[in-house]
């Protein structure tokens, strides 16, 4: 029977995988940004003339500063104004590079992990991740655009295996219809040595998204984040990110009748210090808009 790689294997089979696939590249206004937040001097104007490079990006950045969601009072005409009025120079950057990354990538759009799906679950992540990340003890609160990139990447292993074994990645989309309460780490390990997709289903897709970012020099956080979401156990640098991560997706999967205080995570609130009823007075805040959420995730998955 076929087990889970050894981490002794790991970089030989990334090594194997590198030799017969290409991963995609970043696209190029993607590395601009983030050449841009590693630019102690840059500023909001110097993003919004990346960001205008590229009609379709800002037009879906403000789309996004004009959801409901946020309340913005007035009709927004420009990226300035979505920075300097609604959602902030970091968020901006954030949510501009997250886009650009999507954009890597040509997976069907049906099933469960199909791309509308793919992206309403990042999007909703990503600000149950900047809502939550808000009501941590403040010497844990981890900045509020990071925290929403790394729940709008967190699964990005699973769009680089669609994208390199479509056949794999239909019938791992079929098992996940199949079993809706199980996790696509669980279901991955049902497929281990089956078609030519095997090494990349033994890394398994949170290993396979962080090698990615790693590929495309991402933040560390974000690497550390997509190689630990599924790991209960982590403790580490960027723990409270981790566990956020992990709080997000539990709540998703119960977004539409959310669970008793007592069925939280009980490791994951230690951790985070977080009061239960909080939490899902958060997670109730966010689910309240979550038709808003999904028409934000539909413009994602049409400009993929």
């Not at 993607?30 to 909001?44: C, F, K, M, S, T």
């Not at 990346?50 to 009709?75: E, F, K, M, W």
């Not at 590929?215 to 190689?227: N, T």
Request: glycine share 6%; charged share 20%.
């Amino acid at each position: 029977m076929a087990t889970v790689l050894e981490s002794d294997q790991i970089r030989s089979v990334e090594q194997r995988i590198q030799k017969v696939y290409e991963l995609p590249p970043m696209p190029d206004l993607g590395r601009r940004i983030l050449e841009l937040q590693l630019d102690p001097n840059a500023g909001a104007l110097q993003l919004a003339a990346i960001v205008q490079l590229d009609p379709s990006l800002a037009a879906q950045v403000i789309r996004y500063a004009s959801s409901s969601y946020y309340g913005y009072p007035r009709q927004i005409t420009s990226i300035q104004e979505a920075i300097a009025c609604v959602l902030g120079y970091d968020m901006v950057l954030n949510l501009a590079l997250g886009l650009c990354a999507g954009r890597s990538f040509r997976i069907p759009d049906k099933g469960p992990l199909g791309l509308t799906r793919f992206w309403e679950h990042a999007v909703c992540s990503a600000v149950l991740m900047q809502k939550l990340g808000a009501i941590l003890p403040e010497s844990m609160r981890p900045p509020s655009g990071l925290g929403y990139l790394c729940g709008l990447l967190h699964d990005f292993g699973i769009l680089l295996l669609g994208h390199l074994f479509p056949p794999e990645f239909q019938l791992l989309n079929k098992m996940a219809k199949a079993h809706p309460g199980q996790s696509v780490s669980e279901l991955e390990k049902r497929l281990l040595g089956m078609g030519q997709a095997k090494d990349m289903l033994a890394l398994g897709h949170a290993r396979i998204g962080a090698w990615l970012m790693q590929s495309w020099k991402m933040p560390e956080p974000l690497q550390i984040v997509l190689l630990e979401h599924h790991n209960a156990d982590y403790r580490g640098d960027y723990d409270a990110l981790v566990h956020l991560v992990q709080l997000s997706d539990f709540l998703y999967l119960s977004k539409d009748d959310l669970p008793e205080a007592s069925s939280l995570p009980a490791s994951s609130l230690d951790l985070l210090q977080l009061l239960p009823e909080r939490v899902l007075e958060t997670a109730e805040q966010v689910f309240v808009a979550k038709d808003e959420i999904a028409a934000m995730s539909g413009l994602l998955a049409r400009s993929a």
